[in-house]
């Protein structure tokens, strides 16, 4: 032990107490006194003591009660307690052990029992205290490994999302010259997944799946992919297959989010009365994740700048929107759509493709 071992002697004979301390000053240890029972919790509390001498019958608070509270405390608990008493009354003893008394001693004390039983209790508590900061150091440990270990799966999972994006935005770069279409799609679909009350992990999962529901569009040659006009019936057949050839691509994953990006690659062109594509799907056969990005897709085509045709004005889309309630979309999904309007127009307004709208974000973002 590097200190001073430190001994609190607690006995309202100040005679005793002399006596107690002079045998242990002669052992090189510290005393702290104390004259009750309120006192000797204090400096046990403020003093922390490798060892506590008790007298039992004590004015203000006896020795049992300072038993008791010392040991209810988990920081004077681990500090052994003995108690010093003139009587040989068993029913005293039990009750102090019962309450957490470590050690007796019969007073008057016999300088060479109180020295071996305080050696020994110093030891004891020495070995308490090593172990005390040894698992606190180990506890510590573990929670800096967890740290990192969650830190680690933060990047990675950062890192395989970025490249979803990545990847998504490539399925996008020759047909699709609009910047923001995967941000605006994303948060429509979020937007309407929190309005409709789909669970929490699903509504993240789709913030990372939605952009991937036209990656099958690498499967689909560039004569058609890109046709100025209309496409004859052959290549509009080719061009549906986006769908099939997205979910050859995403299935099978071990990932949640590319796993949900498949079913909504296969599933995004359903319609709620049957007439998609490619399998005719009905109602709730589609599932939920496909028809809120039938919706989300279908408002951002509609309001934003194609090869083919201007944005329409929000009230032409919105109208648009409403009538394909029941045929293309879920009804109830169109009501949520609606009772969200003003937040789909400020997510449009705030991903606007001229990039005006990211810029105003970015500075409204920053400290
Ligand atoms: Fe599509």
Redesign the pocket.
């Known amino acids: 032990m590097d200190s001073i071992p430190k001994i609190l002697v607690a006995d309202d004979d100040e005679r005793t107490r002399v006596a107690l301390a002079d045998i242990l000053l002669t052992q090189e240890y510290d005393v702290v006194h104390a004259r009750d029972g309120e006192e000797s919790v204090r400096k046990a509390q403020a003093e922390s003591p490798d060892v506590i001498l008790l007298d039992i019958r004590m004015p203000r608070m006896d020795g049992f009660e300072v038993i008791r509270l010392l040991k209810a405390d988990r920081f004077t608990k681990l500090i052994p307690i003995v108690v010093v008493t003139g009587e040989d009354d068993v029913e005293l003893r039990v009750r102090a052990l019962k309450l957490g008394a470590d050690d007796f001693l019969t007073k008057p004390p016999h300088a060479a029992e109180l020295t071996a039983r305080v050696r020994s209790l110093v030891k004891v508590k020495a070995y308490n205290d090593y172990m005390r900061h040894y698992q606190a150091t180990l506890e510590a440990e573990v929670r800096e490994r967890t740290r990192e270990l969650n830190e680690a799966h933060e990047r990675l999972k950062s890192a395989s999302l970025d490249t979803i994006h990545r990847l998504s935005r490539a399925a996008e770069y020759k047909d699709e010259d609009t910047a923001f279409h995967l941000h605006r799609i994303s948060n429509y679909a979020v937007a309407i997944a929190r309005r409709i009350g789909l669970d929490g992990a699903t509504t993240d999962s789709l913030l990372y799946s939605i952009p991937m529901?036209?990656i099958g569009k690498i499967g689909v040659p560039d004569r058609i992919l890109l046709k100025p006009g209309k496409l004859d019936p052959d290549e509009w057949m080719i061009m549906k297959r986006?769908?099939e050839f997205g979910a050859q691509i995403l299935k099978d994953s071990e990932s949640d989010f590319i796993e949900m990006g498949g079913v909504i690659a296969f599933t995004?062109?359903e319609r709620w009365d049957g007439s998609g594509y490619p399998r005719a799907l009905r109602e709730e056969e589609i599932p939920v994740e496909g028809r809120v990005a039938a919706l989300a897709?279908v408002f951002d085509a509609l309001t934003t700048k194609r090869p083919y045709k201007e944005p329409f004005p929000n009230e032409k889309a919105l109208r648009i929107m409403r009538e394909g309630r029941g045929s293309h979309f879920d009804p109830d999904m169109v009501d949520a759509f609606f009772d969200i309007e003003d937040e789909i127009l400020e997510i449009k307004q705030r991903f606007r493709d001229d990039g005006e709208g990211m810029l105003r974000q970015l500075a409204r973002d920053e400290p």
């Open positions: 529901h036209d986006h769908t995004h062109h897709d």
